[in-house]
């Protein structure tokens, strides 16, 4: 799987419903709603409100729902009712990863993990076997429009690395900084799903998802 996940956080709110449709006539399949709670980051964003409504108006689109939230157990259930393609919680927020993964799936949602810029993965030596998608930070999270830290690159190639030698299924998506300067090489490395919020979401977006989707779908 190689595909581009728009993340909304850059969006224009007043306009989220028109810009969504023109991504989705573009070929978006992926869509990534950021839910910050002001503890875990620093900013407040979307809620289970807001991603009803969007699985409500775009029934096709994969929700791709990354919770930087304390606690993240406490809102499993809402977040289900969006029927969403994964949910991914921090690694950093939770005590008990293994068994909130386990419960995410018996709603039956993917669970995926994301890890901040500083956390290795060997601390997910026992979640890779059991998650379906690996979350990379590529900035701190909390805001958009921030700069690619280059040493997560080694991060996702080790995660790519740990994928080949072990057969594990997860996927690799990175977040954070993703441009179209950058998106073969992290495609190159290994990268699934490619979250991109500023770099779609700022100047013309159709223009943006094209130039990017062409690149990382070989026709560029
Ligand atoms: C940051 C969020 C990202 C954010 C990325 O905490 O998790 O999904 O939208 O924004 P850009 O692509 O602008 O770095
Ligand atoms: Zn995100």
Redesign the pocket.
Same mark, same amino acid.
């Given at each position: 799987m190689k595909e581009l996940a728009p993340?909304?956080?850059?969006a224009d709110f007043c306009k989220l419903g028109e810009q969504l449709s023109f991504l989705e006539k573009e070929g978006m399949s992926f869509v990534?709603i950021?839910v910050?709670d002001g503890h875990f980051?620093p /900013?407040i964003t979307i809620g289970p409100l807001v991603c009803n409504s969007i699985a409500k108006n775009f029934p096709h689109l994969k929700l791709d729902v990354?919770l930087?939230i304390e606690e993240p157990m406490r809102y499993i259930d809402a977040f289900a009712q969006c029927n969403p393609y994964i949910i991914y919680f921090h690694l950093e927020a939770e005590n008990h990863a293994d068994r909130l993964v386990n419960y995410i799936k018996s709603k039956g949602v993917k669970a995926g993990i994301s890890i901040n810029p500083s956390t290795p993965v060997s601390l997910l030596e026992h979640l890779l076997p059991i998650v379906d998608g690996v979350l990379v930070?590529?900035? /701190?999270?909390?805001?958009?429009?921030?700069k690619?830290i280059p040493y997560t690159k080694n991060k996702i190639k080790l995660l790519n690395n740990i994928r080949k030698a072990q057969g594990y299924g997860y996927f690799i998506a990175v977040?954070?900084?993703?441009?179209k300067e950058n998106i073969k090489e992290l495609s190159d490395l290994g990268c699934n799903l490619f979250?991109?919020?500023?770099?779609?979401f700022k100047g013309d977006i159709v223009k943006n998802f094209k130039e990017m989707n062409n690149i990382l779908k070989g026709k560029l």
């Open positions: 993340s909304i956080l850059s990534h950021d910050m980051v /900013n990354h930087m930070m590529s900035v /701190n999270p909390g805001f958009g429009g921030q690619f977040d954070g900084g993703v441009n979250v991109a919020g500023s770099s779609v």
